[in-house]
């Protein structure tokens, strides 16, 4: 079963609007990534989450990490065309080599 | 470079032959990741190096794929006898460093797109 769920799995707003994306863990998150992917660009990384209560900004983009609900969240404010992309969250892969991903959220924005 | 990079970009491969994947780390990064990502799928880890050691190969997803890395720097990724499964986008990242504790960072590169026909 997939241990990282995102939500929506795709998003569509106007420029200038707000948004959220959640990333919520099966298990307890020790550290959380977040990825933007665009096609023929690989992953870029955004920010980093390791303690609980964690909030990091990135230009327009914040997320916050809740231990106890074991999810973060990524917010764009104003959002504009160049944020499009597919966000994805990811996790250690709690204790293994292993590295979790979500399956993505795929955001367009319409200018 | 700057960046992590792979190559080739694209590799367009006849099913049953033999393809390889390269992958050229940030420059001082120990750790070394491979993930594939099919059509409509999300990422899915395959293997694990630290330095030249996989610690892990858990993730290949057949015997058919096959990993090395040589000077704790470039990697290739070797998959044997292609099937038309394999048809994915290849990602490689790198890390700094990775300890008992938890992950550094993970920086991508740009992906090799294989195409099994």
């Known amino acids: 079963s997939q241990e990282l769920e995102q939500s929506p799995q795709s998003l569509i707003v106007q420029e200038g609007k707000n948004l959220t994306i959640n990333c919520t863990s099966s298990k307890t998150l020790y550290g959380l990534y977040w990825y933007k992917q665009k096609y023929g660009e690989g992953l870029i990384f955004l920010m980093m989450?390791?303690?609980?209560?964690e909030e990091k900004s990135h230009e327009k983009i914040t997320a916050k990490l809740d231990e106890k609900k074991q999810q973060s969240s990524l917010h764009i404010t104003a959002s504009q065309p160049s944020h499009a992309g597919i966000y994805l969250c990811g996790a250690d892969g709690w204790g293994t080599y292993k590295y979790i991903f979500g399956t993505g959220t795929r955001l367009k924005v319409l200018a | 470079g700057a960046g992590v990079s792979q190559s080739p970009s694209n590799k367009v491969t006849e099913k049953g032959k033999d393809v390889e994947l390269r992958c050229d780390p940030i420059s001082g990064h120990t750790a070394l990741y491979w993930y594939r990502q099919s059509l409509g799928q999300g990422l899915e880890f395959l293997i694990y190096?630290?330095?030249?050691?996989?610690?892990?190969k858990s993730g290949l997803p057949s015997d058919r794929f096959s990993a090395e890395r040589t000077g704790g720097s470039v990697s290739t990724l070797t998959i044997q006898r292609t099937q038309q499964e394999d048809s994915a986008v290849y990602l490689c990242?790198?890390?700094?460093?990775?300890?008992?504790?938890?992950?550094?960072?993970?920086?991508f590169g740009p992906g090799t797109r294989l195409t099994v026909l």
């Open positions: 989450l390791q303690k609980g209560g």
């Open positions: 990242a790198s890390s700094l460093l990775r300890d008992s504790v938890g992950t550094d960072t993970q920086y």
């Open positions: 190096f630290q330095g030249n050691s996989a610690p892990d």
